[in-house]
């Protein structure tokens, strides 16, 4: 199974610019999430998904907008970059609300704008 | 609202040392779960363990114990031998009934042959 498959691995974005992270998982998963991990932070949730059609925000959502029109699908989009976006982002889902469960991650997307 | 501490930033031992790893949580939920991830320098993150708060037994995996007191709010995590590959960041998170995981700020642990 391919998990939690996020994409691209890395991208160098010009402030200004948009793009879109890609998550997709092939578990069967209701819940997804998006987090942002920044050197001694931890990881912080920007926005997540109880299921296809439903979005809520995290902790740190500005500068973001998600949308999950598919059970399997649930992209980030990044909307006039700017430097305090450079992060390395996580996409993670989970059958219910991880209580039970935990989260499955992806790999990671490390972004950086200059 | 949901809290982990780890007040430790980074912890450098020698191999073959014990070393423990603290976690504080605050919650103001009865029934909550506690987790490890393990991020190894490749960057994923690994998970190690998950614990229920009515379960107050200590687990132990291989060189891995973990110990969960809820008396203090704690849940603890001890490498036992350490050895180089267990050079990484290590968090510790908390689910208590929302729908999403609240993580520490992460124990970085440096390993020396």
């Known amino acids: 199974n391919a998990g939690v498959t996020q994409t691209p691995k890395f991208r160098i974005l010009k402030i200004g610019q948009s793009m879109t992270l890609q998550c997709t998982q092939d578990?069967?998963?209701?819940?997804m999430y998006w987090y942002r991990q920044d050197p001694g932070m931890g990881l912080k949730l920007i926005y997540y998904?109880?299921?296809?059609?439903?979005?809520d925000k995290g902790e740190v959502p500005n500068g973001y907008n998600v949308s999950r029109s598919t059970t399997e699908d649930f992209p980030l989009r990044l909307e006039l970059a700017a430097p305090s976006q450079t992060s390395v982002y996580f996409c993670?889902?989970?059958?219910?609300?991880?209580?039970?469960?935990?989260?499955?991650f992806g790999s990671g997307t490390r972004l950086t704008v200059v | 609202a949901q809290k982990v501490t780890q007040a430790q930033t980074e912890i450098s031992v020698v191999e073959k040392e014990d070393v423990t790893l603290d976690c504080v949580y605050e919650?103001?939920?009865?029934?909550?779960?506690l987790f490890w991830y393990k991020q190894p320098p490749s960057g994923e993150l690994v998970f190690l363990i998950r614990?229920?708060?009515?379960?107050?037994q200590n687990e132990i995996s291989g060189r891995y114990s973990w110990n969960f007191q809820k008396s203090t709010s704690s849940f603890n995590f001890t490498i036992t031998a350490s050895q180089v590959v267990d050079s990484a960041v290590y968090f510790c998170?908390?689910?208590?009934?929302?729908?999403?995981?609240?993580f520490g700020k992460g124990t970085m642990l440096l390993v020396s042959p």
């Open positions: 993670a889902s989970s059958r219910q609300g991880g209580v039970n469960y935990g989260y499955t």
């Open positions: 998170a908390l689910n208590s009934g929302y729908s999403t995981l609240t």
């Open positions: 919650t103001r939920d009865t029934t909550y779960y």
């Open positions: 998904s109880v299921g296809a059609g439903i979005t």
């Open positions: 614990r229920n708060s009515f379960d107050e």
């Open positions: 578990m069967n998963h209701n819940y």
